[in-house]
Each structure stands twice: as C-alpha cells, then as structure tokens.
C-alpha cells in the first residue's frame, strides 16, 4: 500500500477576512498572497504550525 501525505495552507485575507485554501505550495515568508474573494494582496508574514504528537 502506498500513502501520500498532502499539506493543506489556509489563508485569510488581510482585506476582507474571507478564507482559502492550496493545497502542497509551501508560502514563503515575505512573499504576498492574492485573495481569490477580493482581488487585493496580503503580505505573508508567519506560517502557524498545527501537529498532534502521538
């Protein structure tokens, strides 16, 4: 059996609050992000990792 492990990035625009999400393109810190919603720019200032130890 054969698994794949994909990264989801959600973003949330600076401008109006709507969320979205790509899938396996890891954001560069700095780069900007152009909202789908609105159409305006956001700068890319964290990434914020979520992960469960077991």
């Given amino acids: ?3 794949s492990l994909e990264y989801l990035y959600h973003y949330i625009c600076d401008h109006c ?9 890891k ?3 700095g780069s900007h992000a152009l ?9 890319i200032e964290e990434i914020v ?6």
């Fill in 35 to 43: 909202c789908p919603h609105c159409g305006k720019t956001s700068l």
């Fill in 49 to 54: 990792q979520f992960q469960i130890k077991t």
């Fill in 27 to 29: 954001p560069d810190i």
């Fill in 1 to 3: 059996m054969k698994v």
């Fill in 17 to 25: 609050q709507k969320w979205w999400t790509i899938a396996d393109i």
